[in-house]
């Protein structure tokens, strides 16, 4: 119910590819974040969404929330080796909770 | 750039000891987590807190858990009796508003190693 099935587990590409990422659940989600981490730090917001089907860009990063509210994807255009990484989704659930339910994470690596 | 700051950064305890991991939110933030993060698994809340109490907390939020906002700045997680299974990335984070709009920003994490 409260699971956020994220995939693909991992990712190997050549720099200047395009990557896409994506996260689907049976709950519905009042907002949607998708995060970047570092090997030992914390995660970094890279974009929030809040409104169904909205399109949302960060220079090369694009995100869209589901019009369901049930799935958001996540895409990085012409990825450099400074996205390597691991990238959450995470969601705030309809219905009052203040907790994110995280997705298990993409592991991005970049060959440059 | 306002940031979330977490100390310390690793944290070494014998099992059975109590710790307490500290972190200082963003200033004009109202509302503090505790998040952690056993080593390669997702990230899992642990625990959200408004008003100087605790407003919602998992499962994994037991009896050995408490927090506590000491003075206008700082935010603690203590663990009294540590446990193996404890060993984690603790994170703190903070957001301006609960819900909608919203946007929760992490701190750089505690590594909390039990012996």
């Known amino acids: 119910g409260q699971q956020l099935n994220q995939s693909p587990q991992s990712m190997f590409i050549q720099e200047g590819e395009d990557v896409s990422m994506n996260c689907t659940s049976s709950s519905i989600f009042n907002t949607w974040l998708w995060y970047k981490q570092d090997p030992g730090e914390g995660p970094v917001l890279l974009i929030a969404?809040?409104?169904?089907?909205e399109l949302t860009s960060n220079g090369r990063l694009t995100a869209q929330f589901g019009i369901t509210r049930k799935d958001s994807f996540l895409n990085i255009s012409a990825s450099i080796p400074s996205d390597v990484g691991i990238y959450f989704c995470a969601g705030q659930l309809k219905g009052g909770s203040e907790k994110l339910v995280f997705g298990k994470g993409t592991k991005l690596t970049v060959n440059p | 750039e306002p940031e979330v700051t977490q100390t310390p950064s690793h944290q070494v305890t014998q099992m059975g000891q109590e710790v307490i991991l500290r972190c200082v939110p963003i200033s004009n933030h109202l509302y503090f987590y505790w998040y952690r993060q056993i080593l390669g698994q997702k990230v899992e809340f642990l625990v959200s807190?408004?008003?100087?109490?605790?407003?919602?907390k998992s499962e994994i939020f037991d009896d050995q858990f408490s927090v506590e906002r000491p003075d206008g700045s700082n935010f603690t997680l203590k663990i009294r009796s540590t446990k193996l299974e404890d060993s984690a990335m603790y994170f703190c984070a903070s957001s301006e508003g609960k819900w909608q709009n919203t946007e929760a920003f992490f701190g750089q994490g505690t590594r909390l190693t039990v012996v």
């Open positions: 807190f408004y008003n100087n109490e605790i407003s919602e």
């Open positions: 969404l809040y409104k169904a089907g």
